[in-house]
């Protein structure tokens, strides 16, 4: 029977045991007795009994690698794509947010910069052109885990350029890559960042790396933080954790959560939540307006920071419509609808009422994203100009937004005439 130690710094949190191919979980009596011990998910609150593996395994699985990405890394390691347990075991050692995943029958070595593994020229030049982030090194270096369906590998960035960490050691950025069916997205998510970042949305830091073929982005980790010269691990957790959902129902349309009970669930944990609806609020709009069809459930999070727990810095921001062939709606309706050229102003009044905000603000929001957003988007392409003389994603994404732009804001015009 697997068993991984759940660890915070130094802390061992509980124990995670496998049943067959799923988890439960117990927290150690050691974090009970903790005054500053914090449950490890939201929908998994501190207690003595153990939580069933019917409730404690999405949180684990929530972890993991999901499609094109996922089935890489199993092919590399040797397990099977559907065997959570077995992956978690390999790759938990930098996970999202503030825990490692540790298997009982081995004993961490000790950090060190002398153990870090730095990822090679070769390495960045292939991954750049599309090949699956794989290192050469992976079954020798540290165990290392991103949730999504991206390529895409956390690293520690040094002096010599970035590598693998030391293991226990804390990643500090990640970089994501192109794959060979989405060319370009890496600057589309750069170019679609800085313009949410324009239009005056909490995002999370990112670059384009030109040094390569192709760039490829580096998004500094918002879930870790500098202190006395060590970086420090914070807690995080997306709302498929929070709401204890399988990833599988990440998409509000195939059994997931709608935008009006995350708005609960902010209200609940929010240490100041009324600026955060309001950012949520902000965000559903920018979703609309840039044609970013792929804003789910696992790319929302609460964040806990020494303040108290606050809504994450928007993450994994792209204008899915600039690409062929995939689902144009929505992931979460605004009022009802979820395909964004059919959207009303009273559409996003329902939405503001079910966060409650006022209409006249919300109102105030919308007009000064779509009045806002030709300048914003100028300012965010002549960053992405700056950092690669051309990019076929420009076009793309400025012709997507455009149209979006068009089809709401004639449909704003309709309803005010």
Known sequence: MTSLRVQFEEHLVGTATARE??????????????????????????????????????????LLPEGV????VCRRLGLSSENDVALLRALGNDTAGAFRFVATDVEPSDRGARDRV????????????????????????????????????????????????????????????????????SANEFLTNRFARALGLKVCHVELNTTRARPFLVVRRYDREERDGDVKRLHQEDFCQI????????????????LRQIADAVRQLSSRPAADLLELFRWSIFCAVSGNADGHAKNLSILYDESGPIL???????????????HPDLAFAIGEERNPDRLHRHHFHDLARAFGIRPRLADRELDRQLEMADTAFARAAEELREAVDFSPAL???????????????????????
């Open 118 to 185: 730095l990822i090679s020229s070769a390495e960045l030049e292939s991954w750049s052109t599309g090949e699956p982030a794989l290192p050469a090194a992976l079954e020798n270096a540290p165990r290392l885990s991103l949730a999504g369906a991206q390529h895409k590998v956390a690293v520690v960035e040094t002096d010599g350029g970035y590598a693998l960490g030391a293991r226990g050691e804390a990643s500090t950025h990640i970089l994501k890559f192109d794959a060979h069916r989405f060319p370009h997205l």
């Open 69 to 72: 990405a996922r089935d890489a």
């Open 312 to 326: 994450a810095p928007f993450y994994d921001l792209v204008c899915t419509r600039a690409f062929d062939g995939l």
């Open 243 to 258: 709401f204890g959902l399988s990833p599988r129902r990440k998409y509000e349309g195939e059994g997931g959560v709608s």
């Open 21 to 62: 191919d799923r988890f439960l979980f117990a927290y150690s009596q050691e974090w009970l007795r903790w005054t500053k011990a914090f449950p490890l998910s939201a929908s998994l609150p501190l207690r003595q009994a153990p939580w069933p593996e019917e409730r404690a395994h999405v949180f684990f699985a929530n």
């Open 395 to 417: 076009e793309r994404v400025e012709r997507a937004v455009q149209k979006r732009l068009r089809a709401i804001q004639n449909n704003i015009d309709q309803d005010d005439a």
